[in-house]
C-alpha cells in the first residue's frame, strides 16, 4: 500500500530542476568521453583516478598552507577535473562499484579539508584572526553538507538535493583564489553551506514523513 503511494506521489511530482552538478556530469559526459576510453584502454582504473586527484587536492592544500597560490590553484583545478573523470571512466569500463563509490566519498572530504586547512595555516601565520575563524567556520559547514547526506542515507532516505553541494564550493574556492577575494568566498562558503545543511535536513524529514504516510 505505501509503495503504490510512494509511487503515485512520484508520477505526479514535478521534474526535478537540474543542479550545476548534474549539469557539469552532462557536459563532462560528453566532453571527456573519448578520454575516458583512452583510459580504458590503457587500463587505468577508476580508483587510480581516484587516489591521484585526491593526492593533486592535498597538495593544493599544502601550496595554500605555504603562501604558493598559482600552484594551489592549479593542483586543485586538475584535482577537480579528475574527480569528474574517474566516476565517467568507472561508467564506460563497468567498474562501478560500492567501494569505489565509499573511496571517492572518503577522498573527497579529505581533499577539502585540507583546503581549509592549508587556509587556516596561511592566515593564522599572517595574523589574520577573522578569515582563520572563516576558514573553520567553512571547514565545519562543508563537511556537515556531506555528513547530513550521508546520515540520510544510512537511514534509508533520499538526500541528493542542496542549492550548494561540493562542485559549487569548489568553484567558488576557485574563484576566491584568482580573483584574490578569499575573504568574500569563505563568507559565501560559510552561509550557503549551512543553509544547504538544513535544507538537506528538511528534505530527509520530509522523505521519513512521506515514506510512513
Known amino acids: 500500500m505505501h509503495r503504490e503511494t510512494n509511487e503515485s506521489a512520484e508520477r505526479i511530482q514535478p521534474p526535478m530542476r537540474k543542479s550545476l552538478t548534474d549539469l557539469a556530469h552532462e557536459w563532462m559526459a560528453v566532453v571527456f568521453a573519448p578520454l575516458a576510453r583512452l583510459l580504458q584502454r590503457m587500463h587505468v582504473t577508476p580508483n587510480m583516478i581516484t587516489a591521484t586527484g585526491s593526492a593533486l587536492g592535498i597538495g593544493g592544500g599544502v601550496a595554500l598552507a605555504l603562501g604558493k597560490w598559482p600552484v594551489a590553484v592549479s593542483l586543485l583545478v586538475i584535482s577537480g577535473f579528475l574527480d569528474g573523470v574517474d566516476g565517467l571512466l ?124
Do not use: P
Not at 583564489?177 to 530527509?204: D, E, H, K, P, W
Open 90 to 213: 568507472a561508467r564506460y569500463a563497468r567498474q562501478t562499484s560500492r567501494f569505489g563509490a565509499f573511496l571517492d566519498s572518503v577522498l573527497d572530504r579529505w581533499s577539502d579539508s585540507a583546503i581549509f586547512v592549508g587556509l587556516l595555516v596561511w592566515y593564522s601565520r599572517a595574523g589574520e584572526h577573522t578569515l582563520v575563524l572563516l576558514a573553520g567556520i567553512s571547514l565545519a559547514s562543508s563537511l556537515l553538507v556531506s555528513y547530513t547526506r550521508a546520515r540520510a542515507e544510512g537511514v534509508g532516505a533520499q538526500c541528493k538535493r542542496g542549492l550548494f553541494t561540493r562542485l559549487e564550493r569548489f568553484s567558488v574556492v576557485i574563484a576566491g583564489l584568482v580573483l584574490n577575494q578569499m575573504g568574500i568566498a569563505l563568507v559565501a562558503i560559510a552561509v550557503l553551506s549551512t543553509f544547504t545543511a538544513l535544507q538537506r535536513i528538511y528534505y530527509t524529514w520530509k522523505d521519513i514523513k512521506e515514506n510512513l504516510e
